[in-house]
T-cell receptor, first 113, second 114 residues
Framework: KQEVTQIPAALSVPEGENLVLNCSFT??????LQWFRQDPGKGLTSLLL?????REQTSGRLNASLDKSSGRSTLYIAASQPGDSATYLC????????????FGGGTRVLVKP | ETGVTQTPRHLVMGMTNKKSLKCEQH?????MYWYKQSAKKPLELMFV???????ENNSVPSRFSPECPNSSHLFLHLHTLQPEDSALYLC?????????????FGSGTRLTVV
């Protein structure tokens, strides 16, 4: 069974500071790792998808790394903005679990102007 | 919209009502999912459909009844719900047989049971 943990559960930073969000998973035999953003009361928006053979993926100010051997992924958001305030979730589907995602509890981010 | 459309966006229903949630995707995916998100709890997988066939029921109470008439549409029929069923219900889709290209989620239906 896959267990996904995200630490910290909440994070508050001043605008302009870089954000570092952590995701750890217990079963390293994963297809990929996907990072999502969720605004309050809304659905999930996919941010980055890292395949199991990749070490990192970048999109604009976002960079995600993946270390399967240690069961960790990190999402970096450079030069944070108030619009980055949201909950960030990671999900790591196990190869043995077919296409079922296991989510972490999320990190709630507040970027203060 | 993200390519996965959920209706209605908000629903208030009494415990004796019958209602349905609808999900539609135009991404050419052939796997669809229902997830439940309660306050302060991680997302919980409810049902998985691959090529219209249900392949996963995560011990969901029978008062939730899914239906997948084709690969593009997914319904969740609700009857005699309890107040603790109030939550955000999310639909998602992906390619079946693996998630190499990731999941796409809808915006969710906020359900309140009174």
């Amino acid at each position: 069974k896959q267990e996904v943990t995200q630490i910290p559960a909440a994070l508050s930073v001043p605008e302009g500071e870089n954000l570092v969000l952590n995701c750890s998973f217990t079963d390293s035999a994963i297809y990929n790792l996907q990072w999502f953003r969720q605004d309050p009361g809304k659905g999930l928006t996919s941010l980055l998808l890292i395949q199991s053979s990749q070490r990192e993926q970048t999109s604009g100010r976002l960079n995600a790394s993946l270390d399967k051997s240690s069961g960790r992924s990190t999402l970096y958001i450079a030069a944070s903005q108030p619009g980055d305030s949201a909950t960030y979730l990671c999900a790591a589907p196990r190869e043995a679990a077919g296409n079922k995602l296991t989510f972490g509890g999320g990190t709630r981010v507040l970027v203060k102007p | 919209e993200t390519g996965v459309t959920q209706t209605p966006r908000h629903l208030v229903m009494g415990m004796t009502n019958k209602k349905s949630l609808k999900c539609e995707q135009h991404l050419g995916h052939n796997a669809m999912y229902w997830y439940k998100q309660s306050a302060k709890k991680p997302l919980e997988l409810m049902f998985v459909y691959n090529f219209k066939e249900q392949t996963e029921n995560n011990s969901v109470p029978s008062r939730f009844s899914p239906e997948c008439p084709n690969s593009s549409h997914l319904f969740l029929h609700l009857h005699t719900l309890q107040p603790e069923d109030s939550a955000l219900y999310l639909c998602a889709s992906s390619q079946a047989g693996g998630v190499l290209y990731g999941y796409t989620f809808g915006s969710g239906t906020r359900l309140t049971v009174v």
